[in-house]
């Protein structure tokens, strides 16, 4: 799923500075201050707040002039959209157009990034961060999850069906992650994957100054996370089949073979046997009328 899209105008969005300046004039605010990730502060470890109002007591925000000025900001920029569902959001200002605000550890999938980058970079997050609608939301995702989608087998997926913005990946739940064909693995198997996905959480952690667009600059990322990668990009293509993949087109081959398998009994139709054809009518015979 796609994070939340407050259609705000920008109004509930604070940087460090405008955070900071908000509490010092109004410190009950802090309460309804979150981590607000989307795609650029999740890659590149920007740092922004989102106000959460939706829930608050009413009487905390009449008593507060800067969240007032901030709701009655948010109305009007609705009210005067061109569409009909934005204006009637305005009738409930603090209220987002879509709300996701997990309560428990979710892993995160940008919406766009760039092509040069080998791998997509996926990662967890917790709360109270809030995640925007340009990143991806996977709730309850596990290791094998993890290890999965940050494989090679996925990214050769998401670089052939994906979507682009100018020459950058677009990550789509609905085109990529649905129609991606999972491979088949017993409970040794899954273990092997988790422990391999484990090691690159394990090399990433390693280097706590640098941003996820720093460790997968092609560049610069440190060998023990290449080497954790390809490990596992070994063990993920091993789980669709023995031969070893040449390339990443061989991967995309294949996997389309697999989705033909997946979709092949929704197109199976039974023919309805045909009917056989109406007899002439021999010469002489009268024709029954009706009624």
């Known amino acids: 799923m796609m994070g939340s899209k407050p259609i705000d105008d920008g109004n509930y969005i604070f940087d460090a ?62 009210q005067k959209s061109k569409s009909a569902g934005t204006r009637q959001l305005a009738l409930t200002p603090t209220r987002f157009h879509v709300t996701v605000i997990p309560d428990r550890p979710f892993l995160v999938i940008p919406e766009t990034t760039s092509e040069n980058r080998d791998y997509v970079p996926i990662a967890w997050l917790r709360p109270p961060v809030v995640p925007s609608n340009l990143v991806r939301v ?50 040794r198997e899954k273990a092997r994957i988790e422990s391999l996905a484990q090691a690159i959480l394990n090399a990433r952690a390693g280097f706590p100054a640098s941003s996820l667009a720093d460790l997968y600059d092609v560049d610069a990322m440190a060998p023990e996370l290449g080497r954790a990668h390809r490990a596992l990009d070994q063990a993920v293509d091993r789980l669709y089949r023995g031969a070893s993949f040449q390339s990443d087109r ?20 039974v023919v309805p046997e045909a009917s056989a054809p109406p007899r002439k009518a021999r010469r002489g015979n009268k024709r029954l009328s009706a009624g």
């Open 17 to 78: 500075d405008q955070r900071a300046e908000l509490i010092r004039e109004e410190p009950e605010a802090e309460q309804f201050l979150r981590p607000f990730i989307g795609a650029t502060e999740f890659l590149y470890s920007v740092q922004r707040w989102i106000l959460v109002l939706e829930n608050a007591n009413p009487s905390t925000l009449r008593d507060s002039r800067r969240l007032r000025e901030r709701i009655a900001a948010v109305r009007e920029f609705r």
């Open 138 to 187: 996977l709730l309850d995702a596990t290791l094998w999850h993890f290890a999965i989608l940050t494989s090679r087998m996925h990214m050769a997926w998401l670089r052939h069906i994906g979507g682009r913005l100018k020459s950058d990946y677009r990550y789509s739940a609905g085109i990529v992650y649905n129609n991606f064909p999972w491979p088949q693995a017993n409970e």
């Open 250 to 269: 061989e991967r995309v081959e294949h996997l389309f073979g697999e989705y033909e398998k997946l979709i092949m009994p929704s197109l199976i139709h």
